[in-house]
């Protein structure tokens, strides 16, 4: 079946590590998308890319990386940098611009 | 970033009644989303709407595109208890590659 896949499903990161989350689409679409939900608010944009080797920072891309080194993968890293990194990250795939996203089932990432 | 005003926060209701929910914003949009979330899960698209005035329907739900481009409208009908989740609506500015989420409808259905 067509989708998106996220994992692991529940990551902790120790203080002063860096952690990468997985996201692979094998629905052909060319942007991918990663964000950040927090209890009881919208999700929040982190970094995006429309095409391979390509991306672009959202709303709250400090403490973030990414790479686009291939169309089915978007991996994010969260860095020592990103103070309060426990959250429930979404990743997200479109066709293309101004298409709808579909969404992962998530990764929730606490510390330790 | 955008701000976009989902109202209201949470819903208390019993099974069989029909819910309303709505999106506004200060800014036009060019597309408007809506999602269901349910614990744990990532969100599921439920409609997409793309011209002003749009009104589209998937089974119980309806969803419509404001005149104004500033708003948008999602009504459930006879709800039941599986309507249990979260609703986001999602906008998209013209010219922007980019959704905006709102903040969400936290919908409880006492059977």
């Known amino acids: 079946d067509g989708g998106i896949t996220q994992s692991p499903k529940y990551l902790f990161r120790k203080e002063g590590q860096n952690v990468t989350l997985s996201c692979e689409q094998n629905?052909?679409?060319?942007?991918m998308y990663w964000y950040r939900q927090d209890p009881g608010q919208g999700l929040r944009l982190i970094y995006y890319s429309q095409i391979v080797n390509d991306f672009q920072k959202g709303d709250i891309a400090e403490g973030y990386s990414v790479s686009r080194e291939k169309k089915e993968s978007f991996p994010l890293t969260v860095t020592s940098a990103q103070k309060n990194p426990t959250a429930f990250y979404l990743c997200?795939?479109?066709?293309?611009?101004?298409?709808?996203?579909?969404f992962g089932d998530g990764t929730r990432l606490s510390i330790l | 970033g955008q701000q976009l005003n989902q109202s209201p926060q949470s819903m208390f209701i019993q099974e069989g009644e029909d819910v309303s929910m709505n999106c506004t914003s200060s800014s036009i949009f060019n597309t408007w989303l809506w999602y269901k979330q349910d614990p744990g899960e990532g969100p599921v698209l439920l409609i997409a709407?793309?011209?002003?005035?749009e009104l589209t329907s998937n089974g119980r739900l309806t969803a419509q595109f404001g005149i104004t481009r500033k708003d948008s409208f999602l009504n459930i009908s006879a709800s039941i208890p599986s309507d249990v989740g979260i609703y986001f609506c999602a906008g998209q500015l013209y010219n922007f590659n980019k959704f905006y989420f709102g903040s969400g409808t936290k919908l409880n259905v006492k059977p």
């Open positions: 629905l052909n679409h060319d942007a």
């Open positions: 997200a795939s479109s066709p293309g611009r101004g298409q709808p996203q579909h």
């Open positions: 709407l793309y011209k002003a005035g």
